[in-house]
């Protein structure tokens, strides 16, 4: 990120994580927090970053894969959307209702309108991934493919279960592995 401090790609990096950081943080609150009122003020917060991630993730992904241009009307859709989830989840109870207690802790109740961000943030990632396809399929330079596949692995191994979160794990252990000596145990 320091080499790409001022380019397209850095900043809505930086937007990205902001958008997550904010996400988890918040919902990290909302768990620790005792009272059901207190945590669900934090989970608002928390989709306060959380509505603009799938579209920060469009914009990430069109920067990378350099068709900023020709996805413009795509992203800006994306980032309108975000906003009008926003307004619904600032203004009404449609987005969120209350909250769900299970024996792990509290979870946002969702209402109409917070399914919809769902199957919203389900396709935007979808998109996501079935650009990166496309773009290593029809890349010809040897780095560019090896990038492009780079990046596939990299979203299949975190966001598609069960086989993602297994692969990813193994990743950890071996490269944990190669961290360590005889004396040291690192348990995951």
């Known amino acids: 990120m320091l080499w790409h401090e001022r380019s397209r790609v850095g900043i809505r990096y930086l937007i990205f994580s902001l958008a997550e950081s904010a996400w988890l943080?918040?919902?990290?609150?909302?768990?620790?927090?005792?009272?059901?009122?207190?945590?669900?003020?934090?989970?608002?917060?928390?989709?306060?970053?959380?509505?603009?991630?799938?579209?920060?993730?469009?914009s990430v992904n069109a920067s990378i894969?350099?068709?900023?241009?020709?996805?413009?009307?795509?992203?800006?859709?994306?980032?309108?959307?975000?906003?009008?989830?926003?307004?619904?989840?600032?203004?009404?109870?449609?987005?969120?209702?209350?909250?769900?207690?299970?024996?792990?802790?509290?979870?946002?109740?969702?209402?109409?309108?917070?399914?919809?961000?769902?199957?919203?943030?389900?396709?935007?990632?979808?998109?996501?991934?079935?650009l990166f396809f496309r773009a290593y399929r029809n890349s010809t330079h040897p780095r560019f493919r090896a990038r492009n596949r780079g990046f596939l692995i990299s979203a299949l191994m975190t966001n598609s279960p069960p086989y993602g979160r297994i692969l990813y794990k193994l990743y950890r252990i071996t490269l944990l592995e190669g961290c360590t000596n005889e004396d040291d145990h690192i348990h995951i």
């Open 25 to 58: 943080l918040s919902f990290g609150m909302a768990y620790a927090s005792r009272d059901d009122a207190l945590g669900f003020r934090w989970f608002v917060i928390g989709y306060f970053g959380f509505v603009f991630f799938p579209a920060a993730l469009v």
């Open 65 to 130: 894969l350099q068709r900023e241009r020709e996805l413009r009307g795509w992203v800006r859709g994306c980032y309108g959307l975000s906003l009008g989830f926003l307004v619904v989840l600032l203004g009404t109870n449609l987005f969120m209702t209350g909250l769900h207690h299970y024996s792990w802790g509290r979870y946002p109740a969702y209402g109409p309108v917070g399914i919809l961000f769902i199957c919203y943030a389900v396709v935007a990632g979808g998109a996501s991934l079935v």
